[in-house]
């Protein structure tokens, strides 16, 4: 299911399941036990890379394009600053079984 998040006055499906892990984890460079402790020390690169995965991943499930790059995720999120937190925040809830509550 996804969600959407509104980044710079613009709307985006964000998803987070094993299709965004996957290119989130592979895009990062991490292994599957690593996102175990994953918002230890996170480095601001890893949660952009996290948001765009995210991104990618909920443009792909409702069939949109998707061709931003981690670069370019970074220059929305430089205009709206609180969109990585509220995206990072669905991240949490998609795996913590606070999803629709």
Same mark, same amino acid.
Request: glycine content about 10%; overall charge negative.
């Given at each position: 299911?996804?969600? =959407?998040?509104?980044?710079?006055?613009?709307?985006?499906?964000v998803?987070?399941?094993?299709?965004?892990?996957?290119?989130?984890?592979? +895009?990062?460079?991490?292994?599957?036990?690593? !996102? $175990?402790?994953? &918002?230890?020390?996170?480095? %601001?690169?890893?949660? %952009?890379? !996290?948001?765009? *995965? &995210?991104?990618?991943?909920g *443009?792909?499930?409702? /069939? =949109?394009?998707?061709? !931003?790059?981690? $670069?370019?995720?970074?220059? !929305?999120?430089?205009?709206?600053?609180?969109?990585?937190?509220?995206? %990072?925040?669905?991240? +949490? /809830?998609?795996?913590?079984?606070?999803?629709?509550?």
């Open positions: 299911m996804t969600k =959407q998040v509104t980044i710079n006055g613009a709307d985006y499906p998803k987070f399941g094993f299709s965004a892990l996957i290119s989130f984890t592979d +895009a990062a460079g991490l292994a599957l036990e690593d !996102l $175990e402790n994953l &918002g230890d020390g996170m480095t %601001l690169g890893t949660a %952009l890379t !996290l948001v765009w *995965a &995210g991104l990618k991943d *443009a792909r499930k409702e /069939k =949109q394009p998707f061709d !931003l790059t981690v $670069e370019d995720v970074a220059d !929305l999120i430089d205009d709206d600053q609180e969109a990585i937190n509220n995206v %990072l925040e669905l991240f +949490a /809830k998609s795996f913590t079984g606070t999803q629709g509550k």
